[in-house]
């Protein structure tokens, strides 16, 4: 048997001291999945710098966290960000659904925009399959399948179009370990944008550790962007799951800027025919947090395309992780995949670990990536300033454009200016 | 207005220019010629600040204040104005914000009431008319895909906007057509006034012809070898620099 660091043993620890009190512990089903979780997760306990896809990101902050600690009683409403539009807002305090604290929105029919407790009962079919995944024996995931109690729920039927930005707020306010586990499942010809964000009391020292199971079905489009913004005491790690059918496609775009180590993990697989996905993000890294982009793409059909195109500023002594994974299976011909990394360090002691990786077994595959890392351009600089703009000023403008670009990009619609917002106040602060 | 005395500066320890004295009027129109190597954009990069070129000896008085000590943004404030030879691309930042952050910048150096977006607006449309630049090129990012031209064009609307008291072009008419030529130099001359002098840096006499300097000196070695008028630019593209070249340094 392998042996286990005392932090994964604690873990487990807890997991067998708990797993009588959590959400839905009498339904036999999920209470399977959860041991089975368990149990994959026993096997291989946390990565450590020795795992070769958790070479740049060490989870040794995890050893400080007490796995003890109690869910947040209540929070203080008015330190919720405000809704970014007018469509339905799930709220989530240390992973459990408020209603209270929730907006419906107006209702569309074939859309369910619940949670994964309500539905236990309900729709276990519908369910069961993304509550049990675990990757290929994903050790985060896994562990996220052992704990999980409730997480967001969006389900859309087949051909149902949702114009409103569908929002989901996940807030950290107790010290427990909080591992939501989400599910979106989009019918064919269905289509729906969906904001996460992840806030935290600043007292809240945690372990997040989230996943999302995503299903595209055919000729569907998702949407999933995500502004992780908790307090730099979080260990953030989310894991994303998406499984795109024939001409479908999955589109994410994160901003990050929060947890003292944060890891937002994505794995696509381009299951049909021209099904393509498109991930871009932006990432802001400041004293020494550690703020950690991986992705894994799956080209598994003819005339699949994906896309990634990741840029960051890093400033003090801040470092940020892009592992950038493409895997063009045996008969994906005419595949076409693109991965861009590039980053700004704003301090001699700010680093960033690159690493791309392409692995071809198809033919006439047009795949390219390109990473650079640098200071902010001498020139450009001078320009401005001649232009009568303060050093400091001209140095917010120049980062600012630079991550401006992936936004526009991407196309963020409503979302772009207060995003841009973000990046003004992250330069000034 | 502009006094340069003895002025010696070096760039990665090596000295180009070599004690250069030049005093300019208000108003007034020099031009500076000279081979490639002589020292011209260097002098340009020392009036505006650029780092990376170490005054070594010698001072620059504008307006009576000492301009070597003062940050690129502070020159800018003061009324120095530098046109790029190779204007610089700014991804992702689009030229209208890019002219307002530097407007109002300038404007509150001078301690004038800033612009809000309206009446900016309103005040860029005036200039943008006169110097023939479309919306369009205000709505793309600053000089990212703009022809050579709309570069110096782009140039020359900065100018007009922030008003300087004096306007140093550098290598203006590098990377332009007869017809790009003729449109710059239109713009600049309807930018002459009493109150701005014009330090116009050039290889060529062409530029010259849209631009008539009141003075012309030449440089080479980093020194200023000759002065004269507009004729000397004249003389100049007839007998071409080799004269200047044989009093090596």
Same mark, same amino acid.
């Given at each position: 048997?392998?042996?286990?660091?005392?932090?994964?043993?604690?873990?487990?620890?807890?997991?067998?001291?708990?797993?009588?009190?959590?959400?839905?512990?009498?339904?036999?089903?999920?209470?399977?999945?959860?041991?089975?979780?368990?149990?994959?997760?026993?096997?291989?306990?946390?990565?450590?710098?020795?795992?070769?896809?958790?070479?740049?990101?060490?989870?040794?902050?995890?050893?400080?966290?007490?796995?003890?600690?109690?869910?947040?009683?209540?929070?203080?409403?008015?330190?919720?960000?405000?809704?970014?539009?007018?469509?339905?807002?799930?709220?989530?305090?240390?992973?459990?659904?408020?209603?209270?604290?929730?907006?419906?929105?107006? &209702?569309?029919?074939?859309?369910?925009? &619940?949670?994964?407790?309500?539905?236990?009962?309900?729709?276990?079919?519908?369910?069961?399959?993304?509550?049990?995944?675990?990757?290929?024996?994903?050790?985060?995931?896994?562990?996220?399948?052992?704990?999980?109690?409730?997480?967001?729920?969006?389900?859309?039927?087949?051909?149902?179009?949702?114009?409103?930005?569908?929002?989901?707020?996940?807030?950290?306010?107790?010290?427990?370990?909080?591992?939501?586990?989400?599910?979106?499942?989009?019918?064919?010809?269905?289509?729906?944008?969906?904001?996460?964000?992840?806030?935290?009391?600043?007292?809240?020292?945690?372990?997040?550790?989230?996943?999302?199971?995503?299903?595209?079905?055919?000729?569907?489009?998702?949407?999933?962007?995500?502004?992780?913004?908790?307090?730099?005491?979080?260990?953030?790690?989310?894991?994303?799951?998406?499984?795109?059918?024939?001409?479908?496609?999955?589109?994410?775009?994160?901003?990050?800027?929060?947890?003292?180590?944060?890891?937002?993990?994505?794995?696509?697989?381009?299951?049909?025919?021209?099904?393509?996905?498109?991930?871009?993000?932006?990432?802001?890294?400041?004293?020494?947090?550690?703020?950690?982009?991986?992705?894994?793409?799956?080209?598994?059909?003819?005339?699949?395309?994906?896309?990634?195109?990741?840029?960051?500023?890093?400033?003090?002594?801040?470092?940020?992780?892009?592992?950038?994974?493409?895997?063009?299976?045996?008969?994906?011909?005419?595949?076409?995949?693109?991965?861009?990394?590039?980053?700004?360090?704003?301090?001699?002691?700010?680093?960033?670990?690159?690493?791309?990786?392409?692995?071809?077994?198809?033919?006439?595959?047009?795949?390219?990536?390109?990473?650079?890392?640098?200071?902010?351009?001498?020139?450009?600089?001078?320009?401005?300033?001649?232009?009568?703009?303060?050093?400091?000023?001209?140095?917010?403008?120049?980062?600012?454009?630079? *991550?401006?670009?992936?936004?526009?990009?991407?196309?963020?619609?409503?979302?772009?200016?207060?995003?841009?917002?973000?990046?003004?106040?992250?330069?000034?602060? | 207005?502009?006094?340069?005395?003895?002025?010696?500066?070096?760039?990665?320890?090596?000295?180009?220019?070599?004690?250069?004295?030049?005093?300019?009027?208000?108003?007034?129109?020099?031009?500076?010629?000279?081979?490639?190597?002589?020292?011209?954009?260097?002098?340009?990069?020392?009036?505006?600040?650029?780092?990376?070129?170490?005054?070594?000896?010698?001072?620059?008085?504008?307006?009576?204040?000492?301009? *070597?000590?003062?940050?690129?943004?502070?020159?800018?404030?003061?009324?120095?104005?530098?046109?790029?030879?190779?204007?610089?691309?700014?991804?992702?930042?689009?030229?209208?914000?890019?002219?307002?952050?530097?407007?109002?910048?300038?404007?509150?150096?001078?301690?004038?009431?800033?612009?809000?977006?309206?009446?900016?607006?309103?005040?860029?449309?005036?200039?943008?008319?006169?110097?023939?630049?479309?919306?369009?090129?205000?709505?793309?990012?600053?000089?990212?895909?703009?022809?050579?031209?709309?570069?110096?064009?782009?140039?020359?609307?900065?100018?007009?906007?922030?008003?300087?008291?004096?306007?140093?072009?550098?290598?203006?008419?590098?990377?332009?057509?007869?017809?790009?030529?003729?449109?710059?130099?239109?713009?600049?001359?309807?930018?002459?006034?009493?109150?701005?002098?014009?330090?116009?840096?050039?290889?060529?006499?062409?530029?010259?012809?849209?631009?008539?300097?009141?003075?012309?000196?030449?440089?080479?070695?980093?020194?200023?070898?000759?002065?004269?008028?507009?004729?000397?630019?004249?003389?100049?593209?007839?007998?071409?620099?080799?004269?200047?070249?044989?009093?090596?340094?």
């Amino acid at each position: 048997m392998n042996s286990i660091t005392p932090t994964s043993q604690a873990l487990l620890d807890r997991y067998e001291a708990v797993k009588k009190n959590f959400v839905g512990a009498d339904v036999p089903w999920l209470a399977a999945i959860r041991d089975e979780s368990a149990a994959t997760f026993r096997k291989h306990g946390l990565p450590t710098p020795r795992t070769e896809d958790w070479k740049y990101t060490n989870l040794r902050a995890l050893n400080k966290i007490a796995f003890d600690g109690d869910a947040a009683t209540d929070v203080n409403v008015a330190d919720l960000p405000e809704r970014a539009g007018s469509g339905p807002r799930l709220v989530f305090v240390d992973g459990r659904y408020r209603g209270d604290l929730s907006h419906s929105g107006a &209702s569309t029919k074939g859309v369910r925009c &619940s949670h994964v407790a309500d539905l236990l009962e309900s729709d276990k079919d519908l369910i069961e399959a993304s509550l049990a995944d675990t990757g290929d024996e994903t050790p985060l995931l896994a562990l996220n399948g052992a704990f999980q109690e409730d997480g967001y729920a969006l389900i859309l039927e087949r051909t149902t179009l949702v114009d409103e930005l569908v929002e989901v707020l996940h807030v950290n306010a107790g010290s427990a370990v909080n591992q939501p586990r989400n599910i979106i499942a989009v019918g064919a010809g269905a289509r729906v944008r969906l904001l996460e964000t992840h806030v935290g009391t600043d007292t809240s020292t945690q372990f997040f550790n989230g996943a999302t199971v995503v299903t595209v079905d055919e000729g569907a489009k998702v949407e999933h962007l995500r502004h992780q913004m908790q307090p730099v005491s979080t260990v953030h790690i989310n894991t994303i799951r998406a499984h795109v059918a024939v001409g479908a496609s999955y589109n994410s775009f994160v901003l990050a800027e929060g947890g003292q180590m944060s890891r937002d993990e994505i794995q696509v697989a381009l299951m049909g025919k021209a099904a393509s996905t498109k991930l871009h993000g932006v990432y802001l890294g400041s004293g020494c947090q550690v703020l950690d982009n991986t992705t894994v793409i799956r080209h598994q059909a003819p005339g699949t395309k994906s896309e990634e195109n990741y840029r960051g500023a890093l400033n003090d002594q801040s470092r940020g992780v892009f592992q950038g994974n493409i895997l063009v299976q045996k008969g994906a011909d005419g595949t076409d995949g693109r991965m861009s990394n590039k980053t700004i360090l704003l301090s001699g002691e700010a680093e960033i670990n690159s690493k791309p990786q392409l692995e071809i077994y198809a033919d006439d595959v047009q795949c390219a990536h390109g990473s650079t890392a640098g200071e902010l351009e001498e020139a450009a600089l001078f320009y401005l300033r001649t232009r009568g703009i303060p050093e400091g000023e001209a140095k917010t403008i120049l980062v600012e454009g630079f *991550l401006a670009e992936v936004m526009e990009e991407f196309g963020l619609g409503e979302l772009a200016g207060a995003f841009r917002a973000r990046i003004s106040s992250w330069m000034e602060a | 207005m502009l006094e340069i005395k003895n002025l010696h500066a070096t760039v990665d320890g090596k000295e180009i220019l070599r004690g250069i004295n030049l005093t300019m009027g208000s108003g007034e129109v020099h031009a500076i010629m000279g081979p490639n190597g002589s020292g011209k954009s260097t002098l340009s990069y020392v009036l505006s600040g650029r780092d990376g070129y170490e005054v070594t000896d010698g001072s620059v008085t504008y307006n009576g204040k000492d301009l *070597l000590v003062m940050e690129p943004e502070e020159r800018a404030g003061e009324g120095v104005f530098l046109a790029f030879q190779y204007p610089v691309e700014i991804p992702g930042v689009s030229s209208m914000n890019f002219l307002k952050e530097s407007v109002n910048s300038v404007r509150k150096y001078r301690g004038e009431e800033v612009f809000d977006a309206m009446d900016f607006l309103k005040f860029v449309r005036e200039k943008t008319k006169t110097l023939n630049i479309s919306d369009d090129m205000l709505k793309r990012a600053v000089n990212v895909g703009f022809s050579g031209g709309e570069k110096k064009r782009n140039e020359v609307l900065q100018m007009a906007v922030l008003n300087p008291t004096l306007a140093i072009l550098d290598e203006t008419d590098s990377g332009l057509d007869v017809d790009a030529l003729r449109i710059v130099g239109d713009g600049v001359t309807a930018l002459r006034s009493p109150e701005r002098s014009m330090l116009v840096i050039t290889h060529y006499q062409r530029l010259l012809d849209h631009i008539v300097p009141d003075h012309v000196h030449v440089l080479a070695h980093g020194r200023i070898v000759k002065s004269g008028t507009k004729e000397l630019a004249l003389e100049l593209e007839q007998n071409g620099y080799a004269e200047f070249a044989s009093e090596a340094a």
